[in-house]
């Protein structure tokens, strides 16, 4: 019999552990096998912050390092000018990295830090329990906005991405999703891009992925994801946000 799927060696046996329906078992199984096909899982250190994200410690072959709330990328950036010839991820989710972690990644953009960063947008704080999150919608509602987002009073959505793009020292951003199999495709060659680009040392990457929370949306994990595309894909810019030319000639 052909064997046409082969579980990749950049994952432990350690069973997913993430709620039904939850997409932080394909991003990670997406960068798991970024990490083989570039042969760098003995030379590769994730960070990890609290959170959902904080369980990739478990499933990832790779070396860890743990992080507090929102100082995964600090703590990447020490780990990668200690050992520059180490490649350096951090894996955050959308609560983490664009909120108590907005300074580093604002400032990790703005120096060139050559490290990837992975950020999971689901639009809520999943683990915590589902408060409202800075990427949270307008009008959607979560424990602390149980009557909806109001703008007036709590702004407006941050599409992160788009913020680190205008920063010189970014030099790959993608917005990307793992909805369907065709954008679980995209994503891949993106997640991808962002590793290739600090093998080459060309300066910071970023990549945000647009997750579901079926749990604390309230919503089936069917319907999680015809939520995400109906509403988070017109919201947030998808697609390469910028590709420097040093970077498309990789």
Same mark, same amino acid.
């Given at each position: 019999?052909?064997?046409?799927?082969?579980?990749?060696?950049?994952?432990?046996?350690?069973?997913? &552990?993430? *709620?039904?329906?939850?997409?932080?078992?394909?991003?990670?199984?997406?960068?798991?096998?970024?990490?083989?096909?570039?042969?760098?899982?003995?030379?590769?250190?994730?960070?990890?912050?609290?959170? *959902?994200?904080?369980?990739?410690? !478990?499933?990832?072959? *790779? !070396?860890?390092?743990?992080?507090?709330?929102?100082?995964?990328?600090?703590?990447? $950036?020490?780990?990668? /000018?200690?050992?520059?010839?180490?490649?350096?991820?951090?894996?955050?989710?959308?609560?983490?990295?664009?909120?108590?972690?907005?300074?580093? %990644? $604002?400032? &990790?953009?703005?120096?060139?830090?050559?490290?990837?960063?992975?950020?999971?947008?689901?639009?809520?704080?999943?683990?915590?329990?589902?408060?409202?999150?800075?990427?949270?919608?307008?009008? @959607?509602?979560?424990?602390?906005?149980?009557?909806?987002?109001?703008?007036?009073?709590?702004?407006?959505? $941050?599409?992160?991405?788009?913020?680190?793009?205008?920063?010189?020292? %970014?030099?790959?951003?993608?917005?990307?999703?793992?909805?369907?199999?065709?954008?679980?495709?995209?994503?891949?060659?993106?997640?991808?891009?962002?590793?290739?680009?600090?093998?080459?040392?060309?300066?910071?990457?970023?990549?945000?992925?647009? &997750?579901? *929370?079926?749990?604390? +949306?309230?919503?089936?994990?069917? !319907?999680?994801?015809? +939520?995400? /595309?109906?509403?988070?894909?017109?919201?947030?810019? @998808?697609?390469?946000?910028?590709?420097?030319?040093?970077?498309?000639?990789?």
């Amino acid at each position: 019999m052909k064997k046409v799927f082969t579980k990749t060696k950049g994952l432990t046996d350690v069973p997913f &552990s993430f *709620c039904p329906g939850c997409t932080h078992g394909i991003i990670m199984r997406l960068i798991a096998e970024t990490m083989e096909e570039l042969n760098i899982i003995e030379d590769t250190i994730g960070i990890s912050p609290v959170g *959902c994200a904080g369980f990739s410690q !478990d499933f990832f072959s *790779c !070396d860890f390092v743990g992080a507090a709330h929102g100082r995964a990328q600090a703590v990447g $950036i020490g780990v990668k /000018r200690a050992l520059p010839d180490r490649v350096v991820f951090t894996y955050q989710g959308d609560g983490d990295i664009a909120a108590i972690g907005t300074q580093h %990644a $604002i400032h &990790s953009a703005a120096r060139g830090e050559k490290i990837t960063s992975i950020m999971v947008n689901n639009a809520i704080f999943g683990m915590t329990g589902g408060q409202m999150a800075p990427t949270t919608l307008e009008g @959607m509602k979560t424990k602390t906005s149980p009557y909806g987002r109001d703008i007036e009073s709590t702004g407006f959505p $941050i599409d992160l991405p788009k913020v680190i793009a205008n920063l010189p020292g %970014a030099v790959y951003v993608a917005s990307v999703s793992v909805d369907s199999p065709k954008n679980i495709a995209q994503a891949k060659k993106a997640i991808k891009r962002a590793f290739q680009v600090q093998l080459a040392g060309l300066g910071f990457a970023f990549v945000s992925v647009l &997750s579901t *929370c079926p749990t604390n +949306w309230g919503i089936s994990p069917v !319907d999680s994801l015809k +939520w995400l /595309r109906e509403n988070m894909m017109p919201i947030y810019e @998808m697609g390469e946000l910028k590709v420097t030319e040093e970077v498309k000639s990789l």
